[in-house]
């Protein structure tokens, strides 16, 4: 049991940080090139970060779960916007309270978001059973 647990805490930090080097980057891009806004850019930067950690939790973090795809999908695109709707909240708080750079402050959310995201997708979003 706890082989499984940390193998797929394993999983989760890998994906995790994969997702969220594509949600920082995407939205940097979006700041840097496309002149967004940062709460703007971080929208588009969960979005495609949405598709590369489903993709990943589904195929490796939670694989042994069996969760049916389109099941697992919808609820783990519930988790993530939770995740999000926290995200956003904190980051747009963050920008205004403090002189921090916008990078480094969403870097530090995203950080901060992850643990709900495990405890959710474990025992929720890609649970077998009903």
């Known amino acids: ?15 995790g940080c ?5 949600h920082w980057a995407v939205a940097v891009a979006c700041v840097a090139l496309g002149g967004l806004a940062p709460l703007v850019a971080n929208v ?8 590369v950690s489903f993709a990943g939790h589904y195929r490796l973090t ?9 099941r697992a999908a919808a ?23 403090t002189a921090i750079r916008y990078d480094v402050l ?10 709900m995201t495990f405890i959710l997708g474990r025992y929720w979003a890609f649970r077998r059973s009903h």
Do not use: C, D
């Open 1 to 15: 049991m706890f082989k499984k647990l940390a193998a797929q805490i394993g999983w989760f930090v890998i994906v």
């Open 18 to 22: 994969a997702a969220a080097a594509t």
């Open 44 to 51: 588009a930067g969960w979005l495609v970060a949405f598709g």
């Open 62 to 70: 939670f694989r042994h779960h069996q969760a049916p795809l389109r």
């Open 75 to 97: 609820r783990f695109f519930l988790v993530s916007a939770l995740g999000f709707a926290v995200n956003e909240a904190a980051y747009a708080t963050l920008l205004r309270l």
């Open 106 to 115: 969403l870097a530090l959310v995203l950080i901060g978001i992850a643990g």
